[in-house]
């Protein structure tokens, strides 16, 4: 026999002694057709097809002319394997009537095990009716699986169609009994590391699933996050949803585990990049691509005087001292893209209008496709390096005013030896420029006899 996937099992759907409003509608169009002499089996299979139950259409010597998917479903067999095959090699119990060349034999709820495609026996409902008479003498086969009254009260589960009904899960999915599994899925055995979900039926699902007590010594899981150990040694974490329902004698329960570990790993490192960020003498922000303000850290709200409110959803440009003009943003952008980053100086002023001179640095975030959705900034104030650079190079620039001014000639040596700078008297007084002597030693320029006391100062 040409078997299918557990999945298939999924498509027979359980029921009672007493037919759907669907189902009985349906049977009540075959009944129909008894009427007519000349019925084709093409005819009632669309009729089948709509029914809810496995199904199929039988000839007068009892052999499958015509099934229905819910019918091929529950014997995970092919239409074609099963057609012009008797009915007893499916249902071996019925090969007394089958064998039967009565022309009649009409067959109402007899219950009776079958052998399903799972290899489980279920107690079913058999059903036979009688399509038309003889010479054109067909039947029509229904199977129900047999639910006492008071077993449709309450959710009863066949083991025969657990694993078909996890396989459908898109997450890890089991069943366990007395702790012990007894179905697995395939993606289950993928997060446990081995081949099939059938080398996981037999084993504890504790032994592989820490315990909610054993969890409760992870400070860092919730409460329905559990350390899973796989076959390889490693951990993983995973949350756990579990539902416990009646079978048979006992109770089962389904469990749907979902592999969290990546996410968690994430939190934790934004967790500690958060501590760092917040812990940071620097300043550090976060603006979306829009230039509004994300996130911003207590170094620079405690500098400022600025609260979170005053900056976060606010464009960047609020605490600027004078806002950027478009040019200016054009070419910082087109540094970021080219270059990676943007390192400058820029005037801003504090919530009490105080001015002061931030040095920052922006990097753009990208996401797995290169595409920038965020830029952190960080930075420094350099108030003090600025001031202290305006009035050197103002001292300078008088000193140097002062010193073209001089008649004599005037030099500025490096640690060195050698001629950084030569006033302008230079000229006057020997025809040169101070470009020629420049970055020469200055004692080259004496006499060979000066030299030594020179050089013994």
Known sequence: MNRMNDSSASNFTVSGDSSSAATADIHARLSG???????????????????????????????????????????SADELWMNGKNIRNLV????????????????????????????????CMINVEVISDAPDLCYIFTIREAVELEEMKKLFLRKAHLAGMIHMLPESALVTSNDFIIVANHKASELFGVGSGQELVGEEFHS????????????????????????????????????????????????????????????????????????????????????????????????????????????????????PHADRLLKIRELLSSAGSYTGVDLYKKKSGELFYYEKTITPLKDTENVITE?????????????????????????????????????????DGTIEYVSPALTTALGMQPEELTGKEFISLTEAQSRNSILNI
């Open 375 to 415: 830029y952190i900034t960080s930075g420094r104030d350099v108030t003090s390096r600025v001031l202290f650079e305006e009035k050197f190079n103002k001292q300078t620039e008088r000193s140097k005013i002062i010193v073209e001014q001089v008649t004599d000639i005037i030099f500025l040596l490096s640690g």
């Open 92 to 123: 071996p119990d019925l090969s007394e009537w089958s064998d039967s060349t009565s022309a009649s034999g009409a067959i109402t709820n007899t219950r009776m095990e079958i052998l399903s495609h799972s290899g489980q026996k279920m107690l």
């Open 33 to 75: 057709l008894l009427e007519h002499k000349n019925i084709s089996t093409i005819s009632i299979l669309s009729l089948l097809n709509n029914l809810d139950i496995p199904a199929a259409v039988l000839d007068g010597e009892k052999q499958i002319r015509g099934t229905n998917a819910k019918f091929n479903a529950f014997f």
């Open 208 to 323: 592989f699933v820490s315990s909610p007590e054993d969890a409760a010594r992870h400070p860092e899981l919730t409460n329905d996050e559990r350390l899973l150990r796989r076959t390889d040694g490693t951990t993983r974490i995973v949350e756990m949803l579990k539902q416990a329902a009646p079978f048979a004698d006992g109770e089962i329960n389904l469990i749907v585990l979902k592999d969290v570990t990546y996410r968690k790993e994430t939190e934790r490192s934004l967790l500690r990049l958060r501590s760092m960020v917040e812990q940071s003498e620097e300043f550090i922000s976060i603006v979306d691509v829009e230039g509004r303000c994300e996130f911003v850290n207590n170094a620079y709200l405690k500098f400022t005087g600025y609260d979170a409110e005053d900056l976060v959803g606010k464009s960047v440009t609020l605490s600027l001292a004078n806002p």
